[in-house]
């Protein structure tokens, strides 16, 4: 079936999909996304990734020209379109075309695209194993400069970082915030367990709210597991008994190897793998069906 994209308002093929070079996402970096994942036609938390949608544009202050319903529509028809039950979904709403100064009043108009791909998944043997990461010198933008609970077209520092983690042969970097706490890694949350608790760095330490995080929080604590949203230091990390990370594209991951020094007992724990089986089932039943 051919790639359609939605692009202002229409249904195109991928190959007439074209960003305008004067448009300000490209030019400045001025505009939002959202990853989503759509599973066997279930469009996991749908609502929940609008809502931060809703709440990045908000915070930006660039209009959203379609409303929630029209927009959950808009996803579960490109879907439709490119004979996809299970993607991975990119939702792009730039402040628009421009000149080529920065003034935002000079756009008139946001863009605003959708585009269903096919899901790279990461191989079943990094989920048992684990991987292995680093932390990064690039640091996470903290509050005193760009609030980082947008989800702006801006993510140079997490580039940074996880070209990083390459030059050092592994696959994701914790990054700092400037105090020097964990925030997370170059996409994904960070968590970790130690003696029953299980600790992810709080939105105000300058994660990002992923929904995966969310879903991870509310799993967790209804296996009986004591949650917390705090601050994280390299020593929490190196000394957990279980460490993961939590995203649309990696879902539930864990890290074995941070730094050099091997966490816990080196592959998947018992909790990161509980926590797993359960999500697993769960984004098949919580979210919008195509
Ligand atoms: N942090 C960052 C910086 C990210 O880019 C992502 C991926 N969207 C996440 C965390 C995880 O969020 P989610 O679970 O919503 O994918």
């Given at each position: 079936?051919?790639?359609?994209?939605?692009?202002?308002?229409?249904?195109?093929?991928?190959?007439?999909?074209?960003?305008?070079?004067?448009?300000?996402?490209?030019?400045?970096?001025?505009?939002?996304?959202?990853?989503?994942?759509?599973?066997?036609?279930?469009?996991?938390?749908?609502?929940?990734?609008?809502?931060?949608?809703?709440?990045?544009?908000?915070y930006m202050g660039i209009p959203i020209p379609i409303s929630m319903e029209e927009m959950e529509v808009a996803h579960a028809e490109t879907l439709r379109r490119c004979g996809l039950r299970d993607s991975y979904i990119r939702t792009v709403l730039s402040r628009g075309v421009g000149d080529l100064g920065i003034d935002p009043r000079k756009c008139s108009k946001p863009t605003l695209y959708i585009i269903a791909g096919k899901i790279a998944m990461f191989p079943e043997s990094d989920y048992e194993n684990g991987i292995a990461a680093i932390t990064a010198s690039s640091r996470r933008v903290g509050n005193d400069t760009f609030n980082p609970r947008v989800k702006t077209l801006n993510y140079v520092n997490n580039i940074m970082a996880k070209m990083e983690a390459t030059n050092a042969g592994v696959r994701d970097a914790l990054m700092l915030n400037?105090?020097?706490?964990?925030?997370?890694?170059?996409?994904?949350?960070?968590?970790?367990?130690?003696?029953?608790?299980?600790?992810?760095?709080?939105?105000?330490?300058?994660?990002?709210?992923?929904?995966?995080?969310?879903?991870?929080?509310?799993?967790?604590?209804?296996?009986?597991?004591?949650?917390?949203?705090?601050?994280?230091?390299?020593?929490?990390?190196?000394?957990?008994?279980?460490?993961?990370?939590?995203?649309?594209?990696?879902?539930?991951?864990?890290?074995?190897?941070?730094?050099?020094?091997?966490?816990?007992?080196?592959?998947?724990?018992?909790?990161?793998?509980?926590i797993r089986e359960k999500f697993k089932a769960l984004v098949k039943v919580d979210g919008y069906k195509i």
């Open positions: 079936m051919p790639q359609v994209v939605y692009f202002n308002g229409e249904y195109v093929p991928v190959e007439k999909a074209f960003i305008n070079v004067y448009d300000h996402g490209i030019l400045y970096g001025d505009g939002i996304f959202e990853g989503i994942r759509c599973y066997d036609g279930n469009i996991f938390r749908l609502k929940q990734h609008l809502r931060r949608l809703w709440d990045s544009a908000q400037s105090m020097g706490y964990i925030v997370e890694c170059t996409a994904a949350n960070f968590f970790a367990l130690r003696e029953g608790v299980l600790t992810t760095p709080a939105c105000h330490v300058g994660a990002l709210r992923g929904i995966t995080r969310d879903a991870v929080i509310e799993i967790a604590r209804g296996m009986g597991l004591t949650v917390k949203e705090d601050f994280l230091t390299q020593y929490d990390a190196y000394v957990a008994e279980e460490t993961f990370i939590t995203g649309t594209g990696a879902e539930i991951m864990p890290i074995t190897k941070i730094d050099n020094r091997v966490i816990g007992k080196g592959s998947c724990g018992a909790t990161t793998r509980a």
